[in-house]
């Protein structure tokens, strides 16, 4: 569901997407607000669910996790029981940060943040051990270009 947001909504947001942490006496500065109604427009963004979270964005290399693997998935089963399997799999693995079901000749796309190839071959068996899949390949990115959690916010 969509929600109207005006100018300055979507400035906070600009805001909290750079810096989640910013304390609101700055947030209300940058975005030309008083505290109290700055306050107030996080609140209600986050009631809205708008903003659905704050995080610390953490360096996957310095964690030892430096390889990151889009994992493409083909199944010729669809059915509702296969699919709770495959989503219990699938959310269960720490590994595994994104899920996709995909229109098109791919059914699902997993994105995998894993130490190296060999972490990769471990957490491919244990995900085919949980469910059956008629099909999967691995791609590794050679050179991340971009790479961001910001969504664009600029007025229509």
Not at 11 to 33: C, F, M, T
Not at 44 to 64: F, M
Not at 75 to 95: C, I, Q
Request: glycine share 4%.
């Amino acid at each position: 569901m969509e929600h109207r947001l005006d100018e300055t909504d979507r400035r906070i947001l600009a805001e909290l997407q750079r810096d989640g942490s910013l304390p609101v006496e700055q947030l209300a500065e940058r975005v030309h607000l008083s505290r109290n109604a700055c306050w107030r427009r996080v609140k209600r963004l986050e009631e809205e669910r708008v903003i659905t979270g704050r995080v610390a964005l953490v360096d996957a290399d310095r964690l030892g996790l430096g390889l990151s693997v889009f994992v493409i998935v083909r199944t010729s089963s669809h059915d509702p029981d296969w699919l709770k399997r495959f989503r219990d799999a699938v959310t269960g693995f720490p590994e595994i940060t994104g899920v996709y079901r995909m229109s098109g000749d791919l059914d699902y796309i997993l994105r995998a943040r894993v130490a190296d190839v060999k972490a990769y071959d471990r957490l491919y068996q244990r995900l085919i051990a949980r469910v059956p899949l008629t099909d999967v390949s691995a791609s590794f990115v050679m050179e991340e270009i971009k790479e961001t959690t910001v969504v664009p916010v600029e007025l229509r």
